[in-house]
């Protein structure tokens, strides 16, 4: 018996349960974009390697071979083959499905993918990325909590739609955190699931989108000691372009999906469609829930001003 | 090799060039690199489409910029050398005499 569930615009069809989307399983679905089974993946040496060590070509179809749970192979953004060892923890495959495996899929299919996290007001979505620890989940969090929904945590697939807007794809119906984060929301960590690589890190349920919505914005999230609640300042021409190249999810995949110059293009067109906005801010917890409310401060005035 | 003023350079047709905000960036797949040039930068680059002698390519951003000479040849020459050296550029053997 299968499951079907629609994420990041797509709708999944795979062989055994993925109870981390849950929300988002679809009874009865239109045409399957992805269909992920179990089977084998014969060994051949014919593979071709790539930059990634853990990451093969055979023919056109990549090979994904992860000691803790098995082999993957993702072929025509559409066909996901898992050789699971039998030992393998469900959890953790599942994970590589959502991370990497989901990550091949997006660029064999063009989509664009960013390392982000988003939240919707009112119609439209404004995203954050950044390096990790830069806070990207937190600021998505403290956003929701004044109100936002998540449209996602972490893996952010975009499109342009007819007009040449860029539409942000409900993605994972999750927010990750860490303990002192949750804290500084007033949240307790009892009762929320454990990430697996990261005993530290919490799945926080949260009120999502069920539908793509146009993202206006992208905040760079950037830390110092002596940026207080936050400095903001538009990034424009090649460093907003360059921005969007460094932060696409699982940018080392590119080659191997042959989207290399396709990837290059659609930034420079992402880079033109949206504002780019660095936004510095003090490390650590004590100041975010005061960065985040200057943030949805700001989106209001912005929405304000859009109407007036 | 180096540029100077009576060399003759034009853009490479190997990277893949496009323009945000009026800059332009640049991805290399021969060198695997993105490059991005800031505002007098992409107009160079715009400014090399078709081969061109760097003493006018120099002469022409002096009149606009209204910049001393001596400094902009210099900064001129410079970044071109970059260029190069990145093989984003080429320079161009032009027979001699010949009047452009």
């Known amino acids: 018996m299968s499951h079907t569930y629609r994420v990041h615009g797509l709708t999944l069809q795979c062989q055994f349960p993925l109870p981390e989307l849950a929300r988002r399983e679809v009874a009865c679905p239109g045409p399957v974009d992805i269909s992920v089974r179990t089977g084998l993946l014969p060994m051949t040496d014919t593979a071709t390697p790539t930059s990634v060590p853990y990451l093969h070509l055979v023919d056109k179809v990549a090979v994904f071979t992860f000691e803790d749970t098995g082999r993957y192979s993702v072929s025509d953004g559409n066909d996901v083959v898992v050789d699971a060892k039998a030992n393998a923890d469900p959890a953790l495959l599942r994970l590589h499905i959502f991370a990497s495996i989901m990550g091949m899929i997006c660029h064999q299919r063009g989509l664009l993918v960013l390392h982000a996290s988003a939240v919707a007001f009112g119609n439209t979505a404004v995203a954050f990325t950044g390096p990790p620890g830069a806070g990207k989940s937190t600021m998505a969090a403290h956003c929701l909590a004044a109100g936002g929904r998540l449209v996602a945590d972490d893996v952010l697939v975009l499109s342009f739609d007819e007009k040449g807007g860029v539409l942000a794809h409900p993605g994972m119906p999750n927010v990750k955190l860490w303990r002192d984060a949750l804290t500084s929301l007033g949240r307790d960590t009892d009762g929320l699931r454990p990430d697996w690589f990261r005993a530290e890190k919490f799945h926080l349920p949260s009120d999502d989108v069920q539908t793509s919505i146009p993202l206006t914005r992208l905040y760079v999230l950037d830390t110092d000691a002596t940026a207080g609640d936050g400095e903001y300042a538009p990034l424009r021409g090649q460093v907003a372009a360059s921005v969007l190249i460094a932060n696409t999810y699982r940018v080392e995949y590119l080659d191997a999906a042959n989207r290399r110059n396709a990837h290059f293009r659609d930034c420079i067109r992402l880079a033109s469609e949206i504002d780019v906005v660095w936004l510095r801010r003090e490390a650590g917890a004590a100041r975010l829930p005061a960065t985040a409310a200057a943030v949805i401060r700001e989106l209001r005035q912005t929405s304000e001003r859009a109407r007036a | ?100």
């Open chain 2, 1 to 100: 090799m180096t540029v100077s003023l009576s060399s003759v350079v034009v853009q490479e047709d190997e990277p893949i060039a496009a323009e945000v905000d009026g800059e332009v960036v640049m991805l290399s797949e021969r060198a695997g690199a993105y490059f991005g040039l800031d505002g007098i930068g992409s107009e160079i680059w715009k400014l090399i489409a078709q081969p061109r002698r760097v003493s006018d390519l120099c002469q022409s951003l002096a009149q606009r910029y209204d910049a001393d000479g001596e400094t902009l040849t210099h900064d001129v020459t410079s970044f071109l050398d970059e260029l190069l050296a990145r093989r984003l550029v080429r320079l161009v053997d032009e027979p001699s005499g010949k009047s452009r």
